[in-house]
């Protein structure tokens, strides 16, 4: 089980790579989720400054992280999360699960993803030509939460 939270970018096929190579023959499934910073509809994104208080964050992912190993027959997780600025397109997190079976696998991975949309302390602001404002939290993102 591993947090991360970092500054600097992530090679996504290593890490699926190693992770999947991490769990080994305890599990018959490995998910991963990246997620990407998206530009505006018709464009405009200069880029999203991601901020965060370190150590809390830490604690609050893997409080998260703990969660889903309790609820799930999970053999391993990982979740890396980024922080400062990045541009349309950069990866922002990535989730990864290893279960026995694929159902908790995928489960789990939905759960830390909607978890970390909503409930994780990061503060998220873009950045535009037309000024800048903080991201606000979505009501689909809090009404995914209630099927947990």
Do not use: C, N
Not at 105 to 132: C, H, N, Q, T, V
Request: avoid cysteine; charge should be negative; charged fraction near 25%.
């Amino acid at each position: 089980m591993t947090v991360r939270v970092q500054e600097e970018t992530f090679d996504i096929g290593a890490e699926a790579g190693a992770f999947a190579v991490r769990a080994g023959g305890q599990a018959g499934a490995v998910v991963t989720f990246t997620g990407v910073v998206r530009d505006r509809p018709g464009g405009g994104l200069r880029e999203m400054v991601i901020e965060h208080y370190p150590g809390m964050t830490e604690r609050a992912l893997s409080s998260i992280e703990a969660e889903a190993v309790s609820r799930w027959a999970l053999t391993d997780s990982l979740i890396i999360h980024r922080f400062g600025p990045l541009a349309p397109g950069d990866q922002i997190m990535m989730v990864a699960t290893a279960a026995p079976h694929r159902a908790d696998a995928f489960a789990a991975a939905e759960y830390l993803m909607d978890y970390l949309k909503s409930r994780a302390p990061f503060w998220k602001k873009e950045i535009a030509a037309d000024g800048a404002e903080w991201v606000a939290a979505r009501d689909e993102d809090e009404a995914a939460l209630h099927r947990w």
